[in-house]
């Protein structure tokens, strides 16, 4: 079978197409943590789209300086969720499990801290949107002060 012949037979657009698929659910396959992150900021960026037709639609009068606005409002829900993602993906190099020499130290006393579990920690993002990651919560087993070490 030629290559002239094949392409007859199937169009090569949707049969690219599917080839292209393929490969992305295997890249999928790694891990179910990224699958699942890269699902919500698919879902995300589909949604802040049909956010921002909705509003031009609603708003055909806007200002050039209103449509900076809202679309810099709709990406920043993205940017929050990038963070998020992004965070969640580095937290299996969290420092609970690590040995002692390993583990974040206390600036007073430089002992090392012992971790008190994960807490939310919210950070402000941008447009003042709130960032909530869960890091571990350190205490220094010495001077006793507890906060989140960074990182
Ligand atoms: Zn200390």
Request: proline share 5%; charged share 40%; hydrophobic share 25%.
């Amino acid at each position: 079978m030629s290559a002239t012949k094949d392409q007859r037979e199937h169009p090569p657009s949707s049969r690219d197409l599917r080839i292209f698929l393929e490969e992305k659910h295997e890249e999928g396959k790694r891990g179910e943590k990224q699958m699942k992150g890269e699902e919500i900021l698919s879902d995300l960026s589909e949604e802040i789209v049909v956010d921002m037709d909705n509003w031009n639609k609603d708003n055909p009068g806007a200002t050039f300086l209103e449509i900076e606005e809202k679309a810099r409002d709709v990406v920043s829900k993205l940017e929050v969720a990038l963070i998020q993602k992004s965070a969640l993906e580095r937290e299996e190099d969290s420092w609970a499990e690590q040995e002692e020499e390993e583990r974040p130290t206390c600036p007073n006393c430089k002992e090392p801290l012992v971790s008190r579990g994960k807490r939310v920690r919210s950070l402000q993002g941008a447009q003042g949107r709130e960032i909530k990651l869960k890091r571990i919560y350190g205490t220094c087993s010495n001077c006793g002060t507890s906060f989140f070490p960074p990182g």
